[in-house]
């Protein structure tokens, strides 16, 4: 299954008894890979916004294990709808219980005097001058037989590197059918945590909370362009880390600051 079947099979279920099951192939160990968790959540909670409002934040927590080849639904609640701003939780229920939780503000754009505007940018060698990540039978995630990752600054986990920085890029390896924003945060998810590069040896680590936030405006995405991806470690001690990335477009512009607390267990 790739991303626009699983997304479409999102829309057609959200709001009704019917279930889901994510195979093998977007699995990450013996769950499933949480971008694609994330990515089907945000589908499901986007389908209650009547009037298209963007989306402008977006938080999830990972609760509990979401187990491959079983099924799960979603549950989603309008909080509040004002003129411009709609506040939406949603979960996905596997078993019984909660798996997956997120909030996600919905905004229109309004008047405003005050304008600053972004210049933030990167340096990151083009895709074709970095290393990619293989996929690997039995040592990487399976999720990476649908995206490529491209590693132009950092190294891959495990390796006991000396820095916990890492730039690249990121796109689907089947071109999906439209560049949406739930597609786009599946592929934020995509990179490990950049701790996990200064690891020696394979040990477990767990995203807690991802914070998403959107910027606005940006171009149309393109279905085959690459996303570029530098983040830095803010912090990490006592088995917690705490990461900040910044997301740009194929064009230099500015879309996404993922924020990310990780426990690991090194």
């Known amino acids: 299954m790739d991303i626009d079947t699983l997304i479409s099979k999102a ?14 192939s977007w699995g990450q160990g013996r769950t499933v890979f949480g971008g694609v968790s994330a990515a089907l959540l945000y589908t499901a909670m986007k389908s209650k916004i009547r009037d298209g409002r963007p989306i402008r934040s977006l938080t999830t927590n990972f609760v509990g294990p979401l ?7 979603f549950e989603v609640e309008v ?8 506040q939406v939780t949603a979960r996905i229920i596997q078993d019984g219980m909660v798996a997956v939780i997120q909030q996600g503000c919905f905004g229109n754009e309004r008047f405003s005097n005050i304008e600053v505007q972004n210049h933030a940018s990167h340096d990151i060698d083009l895709p074709a001058k970095c290393q990619g990540v293989p996929f690997i039978e039995g040592v990487t995630p399976n999720f990476l037989t649908n995206i490529d990752l491209s590693i132009a600054k950092g190294a891959m986990p495990y ?10 890029w990121m796109r689907f390896k089947n071109e999906p059918d439209k560049m949406t924003d739930a597609h786009l ?10 701790v996990l590069q200064m690891m020696k040896k394979p040990s477990p680590a767990s995203t807690m909370m991802w914070n998403l936030e ?5 171009d149309q995405f393109s279905t085959r362009d690459w996303f570029a991806y530098k983040v830095q470690t803010r912090q990490a001690a006592g088995g917690y880390a705490h990461l900040e990335a910044d997301i740009w477009d194929a064009s230099g512009n500015l879309v996404a600051i993922s924020r990310q607390s990780v426990a690991i267990f090194e």
Request: with cysteine; charged share 20%.
């Open 67 to 73: 187990l491959l080849d079983t099924p799960f639904l």
């Open 214 to 218: 959107f910027i606005y405006p940006h």
């Open 79 to 86: 909080l509040r709808e004002g003129k411009n701003v709609t």
């Open 185 to 194: 945060v599946c592929l934020i998810d995509a990179w490990p945590p950049a």
């Open 159 to 168: 390796s006991g590197a000396n820095t916990s920085q890492l730039d690249g």
């Open 11 to 24: 829309r057609e279920i959200v709001g009704t008894e019917k279930t889901m099951a994510l195979p093998q």
